[in-house]
């Protein structure tokens, strides 16, 4: 594999962090790094986002339409401090047969500066990572749009019809 990052693009609502978390269960066995994101829903209506430690030792409610905060992300409060102690403890480029998941890359690291940090350290890595990143270019995470750029960095684009697919194609890169 030349790129060692592998990122994952896709409208809004199409199942990029359940691809993901589907995976991750494929790679069971495999030390996985980072961060996945769940979304939160009343009904119809998205509430909010938790933000969850791949290895299970840290996560909460990320972003919440009634949480009170200096940052907002649109019409979510967000829990910066959470963001930015997950990022910091999980995408350290410390294990050299560990996957580093990153979901997502978009607001979090423009409003953290030792996010950013840790997140394009990993980046420009060896370490293998799989990340998602928004997909429409609005002017509000041109960080994400740079990542999207590299020249070290695959595109995987998230369809109705490729999605299920895309579960064993990603996992099977990294089996072996």
């Not at 993901?20 to 994101?37: D, K, P, Y």
């Not at 030792?57 to 959470?82: C, I, K, N, W």
């Not at 990993?122 to 999207?148: H, M």
């Amino acid at each position: 594999m030349t790129a060692t990052n592998l990122i994952v693009i896709g409208p809004s609502g199409i199942g990029k962090s359940m691809l993901l978390a589907r995976v991750a269960e494929r790679l069971a066995g495999r030390t996985i790094r980072g961060f996945n994101s769940a979304s939160m829903w009343d009904g119809d209506r998205r509430i909010g986002w938790r933000l969850d430690a791949c290895d299970g030792s840290d996560g909460g409610v990320f972003a919440h339409r009634d949480m009170t905060s200096e940052t907002r992300m649109g019409s979510y409060g967000t829990d910066r401090a959470l963001y930015k102690r997950i990022v910091l403890a999980q995408l350290v480029p410390i294990d050299t047969n560990a996957i580093y998941f990153i979901d997502e890359i978009g607001f979090g690291p423009e409003s953290s500066p030792p996010a950013y940090e840790a997140t394009v350290a990993l980046l420009d890595s060896p370490a293998q990572v799989i990340a998602i990143a928004r997909y429409r270019d609005d002017g509000r995470t041109p960080f994400a749009e740079a990542v999207k750029c590299r020249p070290d960095a695959e595109l995987i684009e998230v369809s109705l019809d490729n999605r299920e697919a895309l579960v064993d194609q990603i996992a099977g890169r990294f089996l072996h």
